[in-house]
């Protein structure tokens, strides 16, 4: 079977990703797509956003889970994500696959494939395919 380990997504630097709740995504989506930004930044970016005091909450609750750090230029905060946008997306792609495909990328991908509304183009498909064969080189 193949596993998460196989591919090289299980123990990456990244500490177990914390649950984040839709608002909390949504901030750190605006955040990633700036690479930094303010809070009034923030606010302009969401699509419905909460008051001043309530998503100063949640990005101190994004602290807390060390999602996010912050600098201060003047009487602004910069607020930063502390993981690059990969190491979330691989921590949270292994906990799906843990969690949904009990560790196998096999079925994980075979679920993915399989999907009516999947279309790759023949690059994606042969580039998968070089991307595999990378894998299992570099494994043996």
């Known amino acids: ?3 998460l380990e196989y591919y090289g997504l299980k123990n990456q630097p990244m500490k177990k990703a914390k649950h ?6 949504e901030v ?8 930094e930004a303010t809070l009034s930044q923030i606010m302009e970016d969401m699509e419905s956003p909460p008051t001043r005091p309530a998503l100063r909450s949640i990005l101190t609750i994004l602290e807390g889970k060390d999602q996010l750090q912050h600098r201060q230029e003047g009487r602004e905060f910069i607020y930063l994500p502390v993981h690059s946008r990969e190491e979330v997306g691989q921590s949270t792609l292994s ?9 196998s ?7 993915y494939l399989s999907h009516p509304k999947t279309q790759l183009t023949e ?3 042969a580039e998968l395919r070089r991307f595999l064969d990378q894998t299992k080189t570099r494994k043996s």
Do not use: P
Request: overall charge positive; hydrophobic content about 55%.
């Open 1 to 3: 079977m193949l596993t």
């Open 20 to 25: 984040l709740s839709r608002r909390e995504r």
């Open 28 to 35: 750190m989506d605006i955040i990633f797509a700036r690479h």
């Open 95 to 103: 906990r799906v696959i843990g969690t949904f495909f009990g560790g």
């Open 105 to 111: 990328l096999k079925q994980a991908m075979a679920a």
């Open 123 to 125: 690059a994606e498909v």
